[in-house]
């Protein structure tokens, strides 16, 4: 079975940093396009970041120069580098694999809150 795990979320400071992650089971992450969403309160689901199974990468205007996406192959992990946090950055992060004909796996969802 396929499963998207997250982690690393959390509390922090408006200009702090954290690192999410995602690991995959029954899955793997080389093969397919991986992207970071966000969905806050009130909101729509978005995306904040993807890269391609070719490692092209892709970022929300919103996110540009402060975040990162990167894959790790060895351990099967995709981690969104998170810099210069705002408060409007606080949301519930989602892990998302989009797999050959479209169907897509999502993770659990971890919790990120800026405070200000």
């Known amino acids: 079975q396929v499963q998207l795990v997250e982690s690393g979320g959390g509390l922090v400071q408006a200009g702090g940093s954290l690192r999410l992650s995602c690991v995959g089971f029954g899955i793997i992450f080389n093969l397919n396009d991986m992207g970071w969403y966000r969905q806050a309160p009130g909101k729509q689901r978005e995306l904040v970041a993807g890269i391609t199974r070719s490692d092209i990468t892709n970022y929300a205007d919103s996110v540009k120069g402060r975040f990162t996406i990167a894959r790790d192959n060895a351990k099967n992990t995709v981690d969104l580098q998170m810099n210069s946090l705002k408060p409007e950055d606080t949301a519930v992060y989602y892990c998302?694999?989009?797999?050959?004909?479209?169907?897509?796996?999502w993770g659990q969802g971890t919790q990120v809150t800026v405070s200000s």
């Open positions: 998302n694999a989009e797999v050959l004909g479209n169907a897509d796996f």
